[in-house]
């Protein structure tokens, strides 16, 4: 673990998403010298805030919500008043109807009418009475718990559309990762007179929500992080680190070499044995080959008009469209669409780069958004002013089967390179949230300039239901040692 650090060279930081660019502003605010690396000429990475003619989107869609006092503070410090309280709403689009998201048991019931409830119950029933094999994959954890018929109805598919690749080869911590409990038995009881089904907890009803979209965050760090003397580099990928001994003496970045004190990287975890050349082992480099992300593009169509749901975004489960998410991004702020005779929503596509989907031309992908929209019944063609598109590459790490091998075997080389930490999502190839990956920047910059020996690898470790809160739990305020796992697509 990286211990104190005095040098006077440097600190760089690599990548400027919200992990990076926390790493660097709390450097900066200890007097340290930084140089932050952003290989993209945008900052934010996957939670910045695309601009076009105007109107400001989302990619990906980014609540600001946490259980860490921390992060909260740190926010309200950056943004202050800039930060809106927003209502939370969203749902799964399915057979033409709405049905609420997370899924909750009696909404289940009521929308899926009389017949499909009973050949769901049988499903459920099998399910319960087989003997329980162990959890190998998604399909076998969601299959054990809610019957292969709710499965394929509410799972398959979107799981599917999202990843590229069978739930059969997604694992199983995944799915504890992302679904909350859900009871048939425990609706269908709930709905007979006089009874009594399982009390549910509570939802987080409200979210955090820069004015300006989650790329006004970022952009007020980096100005901070420059005005208190350190450096942004847009445009600047790292080439190269060069090694002595354990340690990273310097960065290459731009054909120059810079010399520097220690490393925060939030680059993907893949290209870490790469940047090394000859000093990472065979097996780190192997493993890091194998390492898979799935990547995703935004269509996001200028609509004439009202947006067509209330929601913040709306899941689309019909395996006949190719979209998997809509975000209506008024719902996330007002001052998101510039002009209040039109709105604008965010059709996502879930691809690989270099695929047939992602290889299409603007124009041909605005098409397909618009069409896709009037399909679904959301959105006439007509109302559809213009549209723009933007490409987000590795943007979810994938949990496939062997992906957690080879993490192990990149970390067990990296463990020894005693002053580089990596951080943030791809960093870690964990699917964290926005506050979870500041969380690790803040643990690596205590270890880095503190001696602390926070293992920033066991931040966001556990499978808890971060968006459940208890009755007597205060939303914004619990600091757990090890913040509770995501909710896939949400964040």
């Given amino acids: 673990m990286p211990g104190q650090a005095t040098d006077s060279l440097p600190v760089a930081v690599i990548g400027a998403g919200p992990a990076g660019l926390t790493a660097a502003y709390l450097?900066?605010?200890?007097?340290?010298?930084?140089?932050?690396?952003e290989a993209d000429e945008e900052i934010g990475g996957l939670a910045r805030t695309a601009v076009r003619d105007g109107y400001r989107f989302d990619l990906g869609g980014h609540r600001f919500f946490t259980k860490s006092a921390e992060v909260e503070a740190l926010w309200e410090e950056v943004l202050g008043p800039e930060l809106l309280v927003r209502p939370r709403l969203s749902r799964i689009y399915w057979r033409g109807r709405f049905v609420e998201y997370p899924l909750r048991a009696g909404d289940v019931v009521a929308r899926i009418g009389p017949l499909e409830l009973a050949r769901c119950a049988a499903s459920y029933a099998r399910a319960r009475l087989r003997r329980r094999r162990p959890d190998d994959s998604f399909e076998d954890w969601v299959t054990a718990r809610f019957g292969r018929r709710l499965y394929e109805l509410f799972f398959k598919t979107y799981t599917e559309k999202?990843?590229?690749?069978?739930?059969?080869?997604?694992?199983?911590?995944?799915?504890?990762q992302r679904i909350a409990g859900l009871s048939l038995w425990s609706a269908a009881r709930a709905a007979l007179?006089?009874?009594?089904?399982?009390?549910?907890?509570?939802l987080i009803e409200e979210f955090r929500y820069p004015r300006l979209g989650p790329g006004q965050m970022w952009e007020e760090m980096a100005r901070r992080v420059v005005a208190r003397g350190g450096e942004v580099r847009r445009g600047a990928p790292v080439e190269g680190l060069r090694l002595d001994g354990d340690r990273v003496a310097a960065v290459r970045a731009g054909g120059a070499e810079i010399p520097v004190s220690a490393v925060i990287s939030s680059a993907p975890l893949r290209a870490l044995p790469g940047l090394a050349g000859a000093a990472a082992p065979s097996a780190a480099c192997e493993a890091a080959l194998g390492l898979r992300y799935r990547d995703f593009l935004t269509v996001a169509l200028t609509i004439e008009g009202e947006p067509p749901f209330p929601d913040n975004w709306v899941y689309v489960h019909d395996p006949a469209a190719t979209v998997g998410r809509i975000q209506n991004f008024r719902a996330w702020s007002p001052w998101m669409t510039p002009d209040p005779r039109r709105?604008?929503?965010?059709?996502?596509?879930?691809c690989f780069a270099g695929d047939e989907l992602w290889s299409r031309g603007d124009e041909e992908l605005v098409a397909l958004a618009r069409a896709e929209i009037d399909r679904l019944g959301l959105v006439p063609a007509d109302r559809v002013?213009?549209?723009h598109v933007v490409r987000v590459p590795k943007a979810y790490p994938i949990y496939d089967a062997e992906y957690a091998g080879r993490v192990e075997a990149i970390r067990a080389w990296l463990d020894g390179v005693a002053n580089l930490q990596q951080v943030g999502r791809n960093g870690l190839h964990r699917y964290n949230n926005s506050d979870h990956s500041m969380l690790t920047a803040m643990?690596?910059?205590e270890n880095l300039c503190d001696?602390?020996?926070?293992?920033?690898?066991a931040v966001n470790a556990d499978s808890v239901y971060h968006e459940r809160v208890e009755p007597d739990e205060q939303p914004y305020?619990?600091?757990p040692e090890t913040p509770a796992m995501a909710r896939a697509l949400t964040n």
């Avoid at 450097?27 to 690396?37: D, H, M, N, S």
């Avoid at 999202?162 to 504890?176: C, H, I, M, S, T």
């Avoid at 007179?193 to 509570?202: I, T």
């Fill in 162 to 176: 999202v990843w590229g690749v069978p739930g059969d080869e997604l694992r199983a911590e995944w799915a504890a």
């Fill in 385 to 387: 002013a213009g549209g």
């Fill in 451 to 457: 001696g602390a020996g926070h293992d920033i690898w």
């Fill in 193 to 202: 007179p006089g009874g009594r089904g399982e009390e549910p907890k509570s």
């Fill in 343 to 350: 709105s604008c929503v965010g059709l996502e596509y879930f």
């Fill in 27 to 37: 450097l900066t605010a200890r007097g340290r010298p930084v140089v932050v690396f």
């Fill in 477 to 479: 305020l619990e600091v």
């Fill in 443 to 445: 643990r690596a910059v």
